[in-house]
């Protein structure tokens, strides 16, 4: 069975900094390419932060060098260090495990930043 688990949101003021957690299960996660996507209500879903099997990263056009994607393959693991977060960061942030014929979400957590 297929899990991925987020965790590390919650409720921050405007310039500070949060670290999202995922961890995986039931997928070879060294295999998988690794992203962060968030979503507001109305809105679609948008990619955040991308890291690739061999550690290529990519990052929405509004990161803006503000947030860090990483993985450790040890722990199964992804990590989205945010910093700078501004009250348009706030979203639902789900973790996407991604590979050629397979695509699996979490079930996301809240990141709330008040100004």
């Known amino acids: 069975q297929v899990q991925l688990v987020e965790s590390g949101g919650g409720l921050v003021q405007a310039g500070g900094s949060l670290r999202l957690s995922c961890v995986a299960s039931?997928?070879?996660?060294?295999?998988?390419?690794m992203s962060w996507y968030r979503q507001t209500p109305g809105k679609q879903r948008e990619l955040v932060a991308l890291i690739t099997n061999n550690d290529r990263t990519r990052y929405g056009d509004f990161v803006k060098g503000r947030f860090t994607i990483s993985r450790d393959n040890a722990k199964n693991t992804v990590y989205l260090q945010m910093n700078s977060l501004q009250p348009e960061d706030t979203a639902v942030y789900y973790c996407?495990?991604?590979?050629?014929?397979?695509?699996?979400w979490g079930k996301g957590t809240q990141v709330t930043v008040s100004s």
């Open positions: 039931g997928i070879s996660f060294r295999s998988n390419a």
């Open positions: 996407n495990a991604q590979k050629p014929g397979t695509n699996y």
